[in-house]
């Protein structure tokens, strides 16, 4: 049987994170956190001084960059950065805004493509970014879209910030969750836009539990299907 995949799409601080690591945990498959990829090309150019928005140096930038997925003992997801964990450093609200900026280069997108489809054919996922049922992964058998307003995007990724310790306005966050709403849903290339056979969750509407309901289900189905075809 192959393997199944979950994507998971939407913006920023949908919840789409927390719900695929408690599905992933759930059901036993891999979550993978593919903005953290994204992230990881930010940060590098932030801290080699180039400028995100430069495609032309940002490409001539990724050969010098290996990316790795590892998981801890806890299956919690680690990002490699040539030879260096930076899990925490690409949490910086400034690497959001360059993950966002480079993520729009067709370059560093096809980069990423294989270490992302790589993770699907070896395990089952719950896999969440922005093009996984559109681009990455068009065969996954389940396909959620999750979605939530602008405002209550920012208040959740501000409540997080501050709970790291971070030094953030709520105003800003808002700011920041637009403008990245703005480059993400407008870019050429895999624009975020939820598949058509994808499943849109509005979650200002529902909340956590009822999401995660949902989404189990949809996994459910699919899992019986596949026991019935076998
Ligand atoms: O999910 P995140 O906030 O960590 O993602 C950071 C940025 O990476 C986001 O603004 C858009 C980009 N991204 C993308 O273009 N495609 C993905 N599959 C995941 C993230």
Do not use: W
Not at 33 to 43: E, K, P
Not at 117 to 140: N, S
Not at 194 to 201: F, G, L, N, W, Y
């Amino acid at each position: 049987m192959s393997h199944v995949s979950v994507a998971l799409d939407g913006p920023s601080g949908a919840g789409k994170s927390t719900l695929a690591r408690m599905a992933a945990k759930h059901f036993g498959f891999v979550y993978v956190d593919t903005g953290a990829l994204y992230r990881c090309i930010g940060l590098f150019m932030l801290r080699n001084g180039v400028g995100t928005e430069d495609a032309p140096a940002v490409e001539s930038k990724l050969k010098d960059i290996h990316v790795e997925l590892s998981y801890d003992s806890d299956g919690v997801q680690r990002m490699i950065l040539n030879g260096e964990d930076v899990s925490e450093a690409i949490r910086e609200p400034r690497v959001s805004m360059a993950a966002s900026a480079v993520s729009a280069i067709p370059q560093v997108r096809a980069f990423l493509l294989e270490t992302q489809r790589d993770m699907a054919r070896r395990y089952d996922v719950v896999m969440d970014g922005r093009d996984i049922g559109t681009v990455v992964l068009p065969e996954a058998q389940v396909k959620i879209f999750l979605t939530a307003s602008a405002t209550e995007r920012a208040r959740r990724r501000y409540r997080e910030l501050v709970d790291k310790g971070m030094d953030v306005s709520f105003e800003a966050t808002l700011r920041d969750i637009e403008a990245r709403d703005k480059n993400d849903s407008t870019r050429d290339i895999a624009p975020l836009r939820p598949a058509e056979d994808s499943v849109v969750i509005d979650t200002t509407e529902y909340g956590l539990e009822d999401s995660f309901e949902f989404i189990c289900k949809a996994v459910e189905r699919k899992l019986q299907g596949n026991r019935d075809s076998e």
